[in-house]
């Protein structure tokens, strides 16, 4: 538990926790409309103003007598089929307060596991040998870093040839493609 506490400060494990309401799973055994408008309330303030956040309340009412007594929503095990099911019966229309919390909650994994690349691959590029590194060359590095599966198909003696085609530049370059 202590590692999980650390791994997960507070804040995350109740949003988490709040999150879990709008699972489908177990014939929507968790949902829970307070838990939904306090996801909404706490972690997405400028998207859910006052007045949505009630016309969000009644659709969850709606919703809680609707959609999990549908045939069509029984076998639902995912949040992400969930989402896919209310657009594909045009329920998200309906509940489209609702939808867009969906989508907000499903986006989380993306917007937190790219922070993290970043984080870490500015960990093995700003060292202490580097440290003096300006930001714009930090982010450029930290680019190539993260994207390297595109960066690795670029050949370096191409671009090395391009900007030697450009003109002329303070340092006059050699072509030598052995160097490299």
């Given amino acids: 538990m202590v590692e999980l506490d650390d791994r997960f400060p ?24 307070d838990n939904i408008c306090n996801l909404a309330e706490k972690f997405y303030p400028q998207d ?11 659709q969850l009412e709606h919703y809680e007598l609707d959609v999990p007594n549908d045939s ?18 045009k329920r998200s229309e309906h509940f489209h307060f609702i939808d867009r919390l969906i989508r907000f909650v499903l986006t989380l994994p993306v917007s937190t596991a790219t922070n993290k690349r970043a984080f870490s691959a500015m960990k093995l590029i700003k060292t202490a ?6 930001d ?3 982010a ?23 900007f030697c085609d450009v003109g002329p530049h303070r340092l006059s370059l050699k072509r030598n493609s052995d160097a490299f």
């Fill in 10 to 33: 507070e804040r995350t494990m109740e949003l988490l926790i709040l999150s879990s309401s709008l699972d489908p799973s177990d014939s929507f055994k968790s949902f829970h409309i």
């Fill in 48 to 58: 859910f103003n006052g007045s949505e956040i009630g016309t969000l309340r009644r």
């Fill in 72 to 89: 069509q929503f029984q076998n639902i095990s995912s949040l992400s089929e969930l989402c896919l099911k209310l657009y594909e019966t």
């Fill in 129 to 134: 040998l580097r440290n003096k590194m300006d």
């Fill in 136 to 138: 714009e060359l930090l």
């Fill in 140 to 162: 450029n590095c930290m680019v190539i870093h993260i994207e390297r599966e595109f960066s690795d198909i670029i050949d370096s003696n191409m671009i090395i040839d391009e």
